[in-house]
């Protein structure tokens, strides 16, 4: 019987999504809009491709990585009532906004998170994690009650 072999660990994105991500991030249209939508912020909007676990919780799970993101803006625990009573992408950028003494952009702010939802999402949870020098969490664990 042989023993089934341990699978090879990834330590970077397959070439097809970098290349995706080279496009995006090499198309000048795409430059101007971001630089437009993202005033202020040390990420990108369209860099949502850099993290594809974070884009695809993004989208799959916006909720919960929005809570996940408030609770880290306001330096505390996750609880259930976060998920519950999602937070909006928009009030957790402003959140970030005013705590990190950033410029207010409401109208490119709203802008942003109806061009794009889930890029919206992705941008608020690598913004924070750069602001605060850690990684980007994207979900978190309620703690119990």
Do not use: H, W
């Not at 799970?61 to 996750?78: F, G, L, N, Y």
């Not at 705590?99 to 942003?112: A, F, I, P, Q, R």
């Amino acid at each position: 019987m042989m023993c089934a072999q341990p699978e090879k660990t990834v330590s970077e994105q397959p070439k097809a999504t970098q290349k995706a991500n080279d496009k995006i991030t090499d198309n000048k249209t795409a430059n101007k809009v971001n630089s437009a939508l993202s005033g202020g912020l040390e990420t990108n909007l369209f860099g949502c491709l850099e993290d594809i676990i974070g884009c695809v919780l993004a989208c799959c799970v916006p909720c919960v990585v929005d809570a996940t993101t408030q609770a880290k803006v306001d330096e505390r625990e996750c609880s259930i009532f976060d998920v519950v009573c999602c937070p909006s992408g928009y009030s957790t950028r402003q959140s970030m906004r005013a705590k990190y003494g950033m410029e207010y952009n409401e109208l490119t702010d709203c802008l942003s998170a109806c061009v794009c939802r889930p890029c919206f999402v992705s941008q608020n949870a690598r913004e924070i994690a750069v602001r605060q020098a850690n990684g980007a969490k994207y979900i978190c664990t309620p703690k119990e009650m």
